[in-house]
């Protein structure tokens, strides 16, 4: 950590907003991960701009944060300043059949909100634990849902700082891809276009929907939702759960035996315990079936 550049940031944001040697599992679903030499809680796009450009200039890598939900953090903790849109670039605004929501909102405040104003067409997202920043850069789905349905237009900041929309034409959204992925864009805001709807309807919708979670994904343990990605023709948990390996352990990182696309944080586990059981997984899985699972969860610092 360099005293010089957490002056720059204090200055910027305010010393309430920089934090230092932060332990990253405080900020993450999976409870996991070491200390982030910067922690840094931005109020606004062009406060991030300016964050990104004192990390150029210092030459300090940056790392853009929602709430953690699709994370694991190295148990060395990560070199550099970590953004979080999360907590204070979170507002949701419904005007017609039109909503806006900042990169920070979590997808069941959208999906409150359009409930609230009779809209429908964001149940599927109510339960997924994550930010609209993310869902946006990966295509975010569930339930027949995705938010390729209902996106209208992004808003995102490119390396340079520069601010602009993307038509939802022009996103090149697939499963868990974008061209804000492929860009390496930062999103700041989203538009999300609707129906109108019966409130009892779409309320008794996602209260279905959250049935279907609770009893069937291990929402009682912190995990980072999906470990695997869906390889083509397959099921990512059936592939596991049929490969013999539900409720395989390293350390205090298990397979959920609710659900065996989960790697659960059973108690205490270190991110190396979560990778160790990952690969084996991997291995496992490819020696049975000749299928390789590629991970969904990002990683991010360092791992031994």
């Known amino acids: 950590m360099n005293q010089e550049i957490k002056k720059m940031f204090c200055e910027l944001l305010g010393r309430d907003h920089v934090l230092t040697d932060e332990p990253m599992k405080q900020h993450t679903t999976f409870k996991i991960g070491g200390p982030a030499d910067y922690f840094l809680v931005p109020e606004t796009g062009e406060e991030v701009g300016e964050i990104i450009k004192i990390c150029r200039k210092t030459d300090t890598p940056y790392f853009i944060l929602g709430n953690g939900s699709n994370l694991l953090v190295g ?5 550099g300043a970590v953004i979080q849109v999360y907590r204070n670039m979170s507002a949701v605004t419904v005007e017609g ?8 909102a979590l997808l069941s405040a959208v999906a409150a909100a359009a409930k609230n104003a009779s809209l429908t067409g964001f149940e599927f997202a109510g339960g997924i634990p994550g930010t609209v920043g993310g869902a946006a850069v990966m295509n975010a789905g569930a339930y027949g849902g995705e938010m390729k349905d209902v996106l209208v237009e992004v808003t995102v900041m ?6 602009f929309a993307i038509s939802a034409e022009k996103l090149e959204l697939g499963y868990r891809t974008s061209v804000i992925k492929k860009a390496g864009y930062i999103v700041l805001e989203a538009k999300i276009r609707l129906k109108e709807g019966d409130q009892e309807a779409i ?6 929907l959250t049935i279907q979670r609770t009893t069937k994904q291990p929402l009682e343990y912190p995990s980072a939702g999906s470990t695997f990605k869906r390889p083509e023709g397959y099921f990512a948990g059936k592939l596991v ?7 395989y352990q390293v ?8 659900h065996c696309g989960f790697v659960i944080n059973a108690g205490d586990a270190t991110a190396k315990d979560v990778r160790t059981l990952m690969d084996n997984v991997r291995d496992i899985v490819y020696e049975k079936y000749g299928v390789t699972l590629e991970p969904e969860v990002k990683f991010l610092g360092e791992f031994d």
């Open 203 to 208: 309320r008794e919708r996602m209260k279905e």
């Open 75 to 79: 148990d060395g903790g990560y070199r």
């Open 241 to 247: 759960m049929d490969s013999g390996l539900r409720g």
């Open 251 to 258: 350390g205090g990182a298990r397979i959920s035996e609710k």
């Open 158 to 163: 490119d390396a340079e700082g520069k601010i």
């Open 97 to 104: 059949t039109t909503i806006t929501a900042q990169a920070g």
